[in-house]
């Protein structure tokens, strides 16, 4: 099981990005997918996550500027970031909870990284 990341990108303050991120391999079912970020000199934060279409939670620094959603028939998860800040830079980590097939437990996935740069 892999979790792919891309969007990541340099942007002036004010503006806009989208993340996407999406799981493949063989397995059986997605619990939830997350989007985290590590920003420097601090230790990685959950920025959004998704349960299910409409079960949606935020962090309190990104509230009203970053929309999650997720596409369940394609296994995908995507951050829309707006009113970006320079605060916001840092690298933004894809994360899910998915059971593997052939196995009862869920296992937790990280996607690779990707980097987010708000310019002033």
């Known amino acids: 099981v892999q979790l792919q990341a891309s969007g990541g990108g340099t942007v002036q303050v004010g503006g806009s990005l989208r993340l996407s991120c999406a799981a493949s391999?063989?397995?059986?079912?997605?619990?939830?997918m997350a989007w985290y970020r590590q920003l420097p000199m601090r230790q990685r934060e959950l920025v959004a996550s998704?349960?299910?279409?409409?079960?949606?939670r935020y962090s309190n620094d990104v509230k009203g500027r970053f929309t999650v959603s997720r596409d369940i028939a394609r296994d995908s998860i995507y951050l829309q970031m707006a009113n970006l800040k320079p605060e916001d830079t840092g690298v933004y980590y894809c994360?899910?909870?998915?059971?593997?097939?052939?196995?009862?437990?869920?296992?937790?996935?990280w996607g690779q990284g990707t980097q987010v740069t708000v310019s002033s």
């Open positions: 994360n899910a909870h998915i059971r593997p097939v052939d196995d009862h437990l869920w296992r937790n996935y």
């Open positions: 391999g063989t397995f059986s079912a997605i619990k939830l």
């Open positions: 998704v349960r299910n279409i409409s079960d949606t």
